[in-house]
């Protein structure tokens, strides 16, 4: 992607302009360059070493994979970006991620060089035999400083791989893919059409860069010449004091930060007074909360981005709550029923994508799923309806109930509840039922308000067959790591009897 191209340019005329900042380190544009030569040597010393490297999966064409599964945004920026400008395939692994799950993707994906602190890890790898190398942070920093490099960043081709990337896990465990420096390059002429990255520009993405939204925030912010700013974590007291201190003009995030955004400007808007853009991704978002950043910040903009890590960016909304798309212009989209064929104007069915930053296939070893099909198009089983021109979006295929003959979208149930007082997070879910097929549950995370107001509102603002039989409470809904809830884990805590019934 472009970015080693803008990086080499920026360090050359803008050198001590910020790239990366974070609360636990920053580097300049001039710092990021010089900062790459020796992690470079180091990594590559790590790879060379090893007697018997892991096999990486055949769409590596031969580089080596390098994932970085740390804690600390920052290191995990620098070391990222860092790599870009060389030969190698770089990962994050998220360190949250269940152990199991670590080990399984770094042996599927022939991962030969891991940047971890999880004694865990070293200790799981080693008992399945691994041949690769994990690495301490402490100790990576050590063989830096003792360095001499020898090769310098460079702009690279674009069929060459840059990243190995995961699946969102909301459906189930994350899926490995890969994607090129074309593929990158061809994403980022999309995103910078729309999004408004852009010279000086200071990014916000307070968010795990293990997670695809936060990583392509840091992707994006170099290579248009901005700055990243990162986090750790998600915290909503530091939020207001980053933007003022910081002089924020954009905030990448999933929209459960903009609720937090909301609650810090009533708090003290003076600290915003920088911030001109706020774009989310990730998942839908609720009009409350558009209506909410209009009323407290009313010369800040929102964009609802809709696309997949897999394939890109697809579209966006500017008004309501994120549900209709309108396409960018170089998208292809295509609503096609369970045999393949395109549906008429405003039927439901499964979405299908054709543009040049899609992904070409799954990794084997982490999923047997099909991405791309023999005639190009790509999906990641999304469903939704073309309606003159403007997607609208239903969910997954998970997100869909049959119920009496009836599709119902389980997103547009939970959307009914939005804004009710005293209630918290819901997940609509599908339930078995002998006669109907299935029948539409409701998962309640933390505090209820009574039945009969529930079914008071769900009466009022769906249809009969989207209003839920079945109520339940939960005191934590199951979640991504990108806040994401995952709806099938919530399914199976009902089917388990974890759930309270109300």
């Known amino acids: 992607m472009p970015i080693t191209r803008a990086v080499l340019a920026m360090a050359e005329q803008h050198g001590d302009q910020p790239a990366i900042v974070a609360t636990d380190g920053q580097l300049t544009y001039a710092q990021l360059i010089d900062n790459s030569r020796p992690m470079f040597t180091v990594v ?25 599964s740390l804690a600390s945004a920052f290191h995990t920026a620098r070391i990222i970006a860092g790599l870009a400008g060389f ?7 998220d360190p949250e991620w269940p152990l199991e799950h670590r080990t399984a993707v770094i042996l599927a994906t022939g991962i030969g060089v891991v940047i971890s602190d ?6 799981a790898l080693a008992a399945r035999e691994w041949t690769g190398t994990i690495i301490t942070l402490t100790d990576f920093m050590q063989h830096e400083a003792d360095a001499a490099p020898t090769i310098d960043p460079a702009v690279r081709v674009d069929e060459e791989p840059f990243l190995l990337l995961f699946s969102s896990g909301t459906t189930n465990n994350p899926k490995a893919f890969l994607k090129t420096r074309g593929q990158y390059r061809a994403n980022f002429a999309v995103s910078s059409a729309h999004l408004e990255p852009g010279p000086g520009t200071a990014t916000l993405a307070p968010g795990p860069v293990s997670y695809s939204l936060t990583l392509y925030a840091l992707i994006e912010s170099l290579a248009s010449g901005g700055s990243a700013h990162l986090a750790d974590a998600f915290d909503p007291v530091e939020l207001g004091r980053r933007i003022h201190d910081e002089k924020i003009t954009r905030v990448v995030a999933v929209p459960a930060v903009v609720q937090a955004l909301i609650d810090a400007a009533r708090r003290a808007t003076h600290r915003f007074t920088t911030l001109e853009l706020v774009v989310t991704g990730g998942a839908n978002l609720p009009a409350i909360l558009r209506t909410g950043l209009e009323n407290v910040l009313p010369n800040v903009r929102l964009i609802s981005y809709y696309g997949a890590a897999e394939i890109g960016f697809i579209g966006d909304s500017r008004n309501g709550d994120g549900t209709r798309i309108g396409i960018y212009e170089s998208i292809g989209v295509s609503i096609r029923d369970k045999d393949g064929n395109e549906v008429p104007d405003g039927e439901l069915g499964t979405l299908w994508i054709r ?17 791309k099909g023999p005639d190009g198009w790509v999906t ?9 021109g403007v997607l609208v979006l239903a969910g997954r295929a998970g997100d869909i109930a049959v119920t009496g003959g009836h599709k119902v979208t389980l997103p547009e149930v939970e959307r009914a509840f939005e804004g009710m007082p005293h209630l918290g997070a819901v997940c609509a879910i599908a339930l078995p039922h002998g006669r109907l097929g299935s029948v539409v549950g409701l998962v309640i995370e933390g505090a209820v308000p009574g039945k009969g107001e529930l079914l008071n509102r769900a009466r009022e603002k769906l249809a009969p067959q989207f209003v839920p039989r079945r109520w339940y409470r939960v005191e ?12 099938t884990a919530a399914a199976e805590l009902v089917a388990r009897g974890e759930a309270e019934r109300l």
């Open 44 to 68: 590559d010393a790590l790879h060379r070493a090893q007697p018997t490297p892991p096999m990486t999966a055949p769409a590596t064409r031969g580089v080596p994979i390098t994932a970085v």
């Open 87 to 93: 030969r190698a395939v770089s990962a994050t692994i």
């Open 118 to 123: 999880s004694a865990d890890l070293a200790v």
């Open 355 to 371: 543009a040049a930053a899609c992904s070409d296939v799954y990794l084997p070893g982490t999923t047997d799923a099909t991405l």
């Open 380 to 388: 990641v089983h999304d469903h939704g309806r073309l309606v003159d």
């Open 476 to 487: 934590r809904l199951p979640r991504t790591v990108g806040g994401k809830i995952r709806r």
